[in-house]
């Protein structure tokens, strides 16, 4: 094949010599050009080529790996956030169930200092309305009992005579009673 192309070549230099050797073209010279082009062309093709394509492959190769390992980090990053999204709400829901239960411990125990407040009150009133009860009956006793001892001085006094101890107690006795039906 390309030794019949170089022939037809060489046969069209014969027919257009004379054209070619006015423009100053030396058809061999083009001919030796061209496989030597050709020649440097597969030499370039066979021991530069395919190298430089291998790097460039694996350059491509890393790129790619690159870029899947920044998207499984960014899909990663992500479901971290979601992850942390999600517990801070849960620690946030949490928190607002512990101040709420705080806050119903608090007014339980507050309603219960109330409770015991009034209870102590109401206890520290009656043991004052019975003091106060006790307290006057006292009076009251020792108030009739000063009337009957004045009395019996002034019936003393009066009658003139002395009384025993005996009669005396008798004459106590009933005006008390007198006083105390009154």
């Not at 407040?117 to 520290?124: G, W």
């Not at 001892?149 to 008798?170: F, K, N, Q, W, Y």
């Amino acid at each position: 094949m390309w030794t019949e192309l170089i022939r037809n070549l060489i046969a069209a230099e014969t027919h257009s010599s004379g054209i070619l050797e006015q423009l100053g073209i030396d058809f061999n010279l083009i001919i030796i050009q061209a496989v030597g082009f050709l020649l440097l062309l597969w030499l370039m093709m066979r021991y530069f080529w395919k190298p430089i394509e291998q790097m460039l492959e694996a350059r491509r190769q890393d790129i790619n790996a690159t870029y899947d390992k920044i998207e499984a980090d960014r899909r990663a990053m992500e479901q971290l956030r979601a992850e942390y999204e999600q517990r801070l709400a849960q620690i946030e829901a949490e928190a607002r169930e512990r101040i709420q239960h705080a806050v119903g411990e608090a007014q339980q125990l507050r309603e219960q200092i109330l409770q015991d407040a009034r209870r102590q009150a109401q206890e520290i009133l009656a043991r004052a309305q019975e003091q106060a009860r006790l307290e006057r009956e006292k009076l009251l006793t020792e108030l009739q009992t000063y009337v009957a001892d004045l009395t019996i001085a002034v019936a003393e006094r009066v009658l003139g005579e002395s009384l025993d101890d005996e009669r005396h107690r008798r004459l106590v006795n009933e005006f008390i009673q007198t006083v105390g039906v009154r």
